[in-house]
């Protein structure tokens, strides 16, 4: 496991404090991030 890159924890910190965001990425890893440590980040992206 790799620890969070700091790109990575400024989108979990901005879908915290914007309640209806969604995340754009091309990053597999951003699936196990979570806001508030248990709510997860719905992500715009191509392999979901």
Known sequence: MLP?????ACL???SELHAKSVVSTL???????R???????PPL???V
Do not use: N
């Open 4 to 8: 969070m890159s700091l790109a990575d």
């Open 35 to 41: 806001k508030c440590r248990r709510l997860k980040i």
């Open 12 to 14: 979990v910190r901005m």
């Open 45 to 47: 992206a191509p392999f």
């Open 27 to 33: 990053d597999r890893d951003f699936l196990i991030y």
